[in-house]
């Protein structure tokens, strides 16, 4: 299946480099690069699971200006500015490849050594402002998109092997000129957008919780009546955790064994990724669960050495205050884990318990 290499460089650009940005769209007849300069051009799409469909196939054979064609003009901007940022961290000191890439973004007017004037007015300092000033040069955006997107391509060590695999869009709902809609992933369940163009439906990438999380309740899983293997509290929200996960790791350089529980699965992607790791490096250091979660590292009696917990966008850590009841058996972790007293955490209580009985992972 094709793989959305674009939705993921504008998470990294507009989450990691500038913070999130707004979910408007600004085309018109006179800007929409789709119009002027797409492959597309001309070709209309009546509805949002057709222009997916395009999307989809686009993807699937690397033809990534027909991807960014299809894409609102706010989000080509969005994907250029990425692609750059993207690709100026993949360089790494190497000079054939910063040459190649400086030669790239000179045919399209970027001069990356440029300096710039801070902007007065604060309007100007804004995500949006400042991924429109860095592209204004740009002429077309789409060529620009796919020559960059096929130079990391070709330098990349591990081509498409960090990007989401699109599957299913579902839930698709229109409102006037936009659409919203979920995307299944191999990485899970992403929020989608659509605009319609003069007349056309495009994909427009949304900005707000692009990243690790996201948007509020979005991952949440609705409460199917039972109990699961227990709950997270954060405020006034009690989220069911449904789903366990142990395997060995290291806590700093000493052994441990985790028990992951969360609120949904642990999605294909993420679940590789996490093998990968432990065969690699014995160590989960770099795997983060997306959605509410709590992570209990345990040493070899089954005593708690670390909690880390994921909700609402915040992170909480203790290795005290948890009251444990946990046995590892052979190829098995069971037990209960509880936090019997509330804590405060950005002006919210949290408290958790929990009941389990899990099969230790096997990296493979």
Same mark, same amino acid.
């Given at each position: 299946?094709?793989?959305?290499?674009?939705?993921?460089?504008?998470?990294?650009?507009?989450?990691?480099?500038?913070?999130?940005?707004?979910?408007?769209?600004?085309?018109?007849?006179?800007?929409?690069?789709?119009?002027?300069?797409?492959?597309?051009?001309?070709?209309?799409?009546?509805?949002?699971?057709?222009?997916?469909?395009?999307?989809?196939?686009?993807?699937?054979?690397?033809?990534?200006?027909?991807?960014?064609?299809?894409?609102?003009?706010?989000?080509?901007?969005?994907?250029?500015?990425?692609?750059?940022?993207?690709?100026?961290?993949?360089?790494?000191?190497?000079?054939?490849?910063?040459?190649?890439?400086?030669?790239?973004?000179?045919?399209?007017?970027?001069?990356?050594?440029?300096?710039?004037?801070?902007?007065?007015?604060?309007?100007?300092?804004?995500?949006?402002?400042?991924?429109?000033?860095?592209?204004?040069?740009?002429? +077309?955006?789409?060529?620009?998109?796919?020559?960059?997107?096929?130079?990391?391509? =070709?330098? !990349?060590? #591990? /081509?498409? @092997?960090?990007?989401?695999?699109?599957?299913?869009?579902?839930?698709?709902?229109?409102?006037?000129?936009?659409?919203?809609?979920?995307?299944?992933?191999?990485?899970?369940?992403?929020?989608?957008?659509?605009?319609?163009?003069?007349?056309?439906?495009?994909?427009?990438?949304?900005?707000?919780?692009?990243?690790?999380?996201?948007?509020?309740?979005?991952?949440?899983?609705?409460?199917?009546?039972?109990?699961?293997?227990?709950?997270?509290?954060?405020?006034?929200?009690?989220?069911?955790?449904?789903?366990?996960?142990?395997?060995?790791?290291?806590?700093?350089?000493?052994?441990?064994?985790?028990?992951?529980?969360?609120?949904?699965?642990?999605?294909?992607?993420?679940?590789?990724?996490?093998?990968?790791?432990?065969?690699? +490096?014995?160590?989960?250091?770099?795997?983060?669960?997306?959605?509410?979660?709590? =992570?209990? !590292?345990? #040493? /070899?009696? @089954?005593?708690?050495?670390?909690?880390?917990?994921?909700?609402?966008?915040?992170?909480?850590?203790?290795?005290?205050?948890?009251?444990?009841?946990?046995?590892?058996?052979?190829?098995?972790?069971?037990?209960?884990?509880?936090?019997?007293?509330?804590?405060?955490?950005?002006?919210?209580?949290?408290?958790?318990?929990?009941?389990?009985?899990?099969?230790?992972?096997?990296?493979?």
């Amino acid at each position: 299946m094709p793989r959305l290499l674009l939705l993921t460089l504008l998470s990294f650009v507009m989450t990691t480099v500038c913070g999130c940005g707004g979910n408007t769209a600004t085309e018109d007849a006179t800007t929409s690069s789709t119009q002027e300069n797409g492959t597309l051009a001309g070709q209309q799409f009546d509805t949002p699971e057709a222009v997916y469909a395009a999307l989809t196939e686009a993807a699937k054979n690397k033809d990534y200006k027909t991807v960014a064609s299809l894409n609102t003009t706010d989000s080509q901007i969005a994907m250029a500015g990425g692609s750059i940022f993207g690709a100026s961290f993949m360089t790494a000191g190497d000079e054939n490849k910063e040459k190649e890439l400086k030669e790239l973004l000179d045919r399209h007017g970027i001069d990356m050594d440029a300096e710039e004037e801070p902007p007065d007015d604060p309007e100007n300092a804004t995500p949006e402002a400042m991924m429109k000033a860095m592209t204004a040069p740009i002429k +077309d955006l789409p060529t620009f998109i796919g020559e960059i997107m096929a130079w990391m391509d =070709k330098n !990349s060590d #591990d /081509a498409g @092997g960090g990007f989401p695999e699109m599957r299913e869009l579902r839930e698709v709902t229109i409102d006037g000129d936009s659409a919203n809609a979920v995307l299944e992933t191999d990485m899970g369940p992403r929020p989608f957008e659509f605009r319609k163009v003069n007349g056309s439906w495009l994909v427009h990438i949304p900005t707000e919780g692009a990243g690790g999380d996201m948007p509020p309740d979005f991952d949440e899983p609705e409460d199917d009546g039972t109990p699961g293997l227990g709950t997270l509290w954060y405020g006034d929200k009690a989220i069911k955790l449904r789903h366990a996960l142990a395997y060995k790791s290291k806590f700093f350089d000493d052994p441990c064994t985790v028990v992951l529980l969360t609120a949904r699965p642990v999605y294909d992607r993420d679940m590789n990724n996490l093998k990968q790791m432990l065969k690699e +490096d014995g160590s989960d250091d770099a795997f983060f669960a997306s959605g509410p979660n709590v =992570k209990l !590292s345990l #040493d /070899a009696e @089954g005593k708690l050495m670390f909690m880390f917990a994921w909700v609402d966008n915040m992170s909480i850590n203790t290795n005290s205050g948890v009251d444990m009841d946990v046995e590892i058996e052979g190829n098995r972790v069971h037990g209960t884990a509880a936090m019997p007293e509330a804590q405060e955490i950005a002006d919210s209580e949290y408290r958790f318990e929990v009941t389990f009985d899990v099969e230790l992972m096997q990296p493979e």
